[in-house]
C-alpha cells in the first residue's frame, strides 16, 4: 500500500512539473508573438509601444540625447507587381535584416507598419546616427533577395532621422515629446521619398 501511495505522490509530482513547464512555454511562446514581427523578425508596434514612450521618458529624466529613424520600404506596390505578395514579403524581411544587423546591440529596431520600421538610438546625437544610417544606406545597396522563381531582387528605402534636442527642456511632457520627435521623423522621411527618383536610399535629417 505503501508503494502505491509513494507512486501515486510522484507522478502528481512529474504531472504537476510538466504542467508548470507547458505554461512557462505558452507564456514564453505568446510573449514573443506579442514582441516579435512574425514578417520582418523585428520588434513589434507592440513592442514599440511599450518601449518608445519608456525611454523618451529616461532620455527626458537624464537629459541623454536620443534619435529616431523611420524607414520605409520605396516602391512596395511595384514590388507587389514585379514579384507578388510572397515576393515582397521576402523583401520586407530582408529590409528586417538589414536594419537589425546595421544598429548596435543598444538600439531598438520595431516595424510599425506594413513597409515600415522604426530605429530607436539611444544616448545618441544626429551625428553619430548618421554612421548607422550609412551603415544602413550601405548594407541595403548590397543587399540581394532571391525569388522564389530564381529570380534576384534589390530594393530601395527612404530614411528621416529626427534627435531628440535638449531634453531637459521636456521633462513632465513626455507624452508631447515622443509623439513630436515620431511626427518630425514621419516627415522628414515623406520628404526624403520625394527625392528618391534621383537620390539612391535618400536621407533627411533634423
Known amino acids: 500500500m505503501l508503494h502505491v501511495l509513494l507512486f501515486c505522490e510522484t507522478f502528481l509530482l512529474v504531472s504537476s512539473a510538466i504542467v508548470i513547464a507547458c505554461l512557462v512555454f505558452d507564456h514564453r511562446r505568446l510573449m514573443t508573438q506579442l514582441t516579435i514581427d512574425p514578417l520582418m523578425q ?8 511599450q518601449v518608445y514612450p519608456t525611454t523618451i521618458a529616461h532620455a527626458c529624466r537624464t537629459r541623454e540625447a536620443l534619435t529616431l529613424l523611420f524607414i520605409d520600404l520605396n516602391d512596395l506596390k511595384l514590388l507587389n507587381s514585379l514579384y507578388g505578395h510572397p515576393g515582397a514579403d521576402r523583401i520586407l524581411c530582408a529590409l528586417g535584416g538589414v536594419v537589425a544587423k546595421s544598429v548596435r546591440s543598444s538600439d531598438i529596431v520595431c516595424r510599425i507598419g506594413g513597409d515600415e520600421c522604426v530605429a530607436i538610438l539611444p544616448n ?7 554612421v548607422l544610417v550609412e551603415r ?50 514621419n516627415r522628414l522621411m515623406l520628404a526624403a521619398k520625394l527625392l528618391k527618383g534621383s537620390v539612391e536610399n535618400p536621407i533627411l535629417f533634423q
Open 42 to 49: 523585428i520588434g513589434s508596434r507592440a513592442l514599440f509601444e
Open 124 to 130: 545618441t546625437t544626429a551625428e553619430q546616427a548618421n
Open 136 to 185: 544602413i544606406r550601405e548594407a541595403v545597396r548590397n543587399e540581394r533577395v532571391l525569388m522564389a522563381n530564381g529570380d534576384v531582387a534589390t530594393f530601395g528605402v527612404s530614411i528621416g532621422g529626427a534627435s531628440l534636442v535638449h531634453p531637459s527642456d521636456r521633462h513632465g511632457k513626455t507624452t508631447e515629446a515622443a509623439q513630436e520627435l515620431l511626427d518630425r521623423a
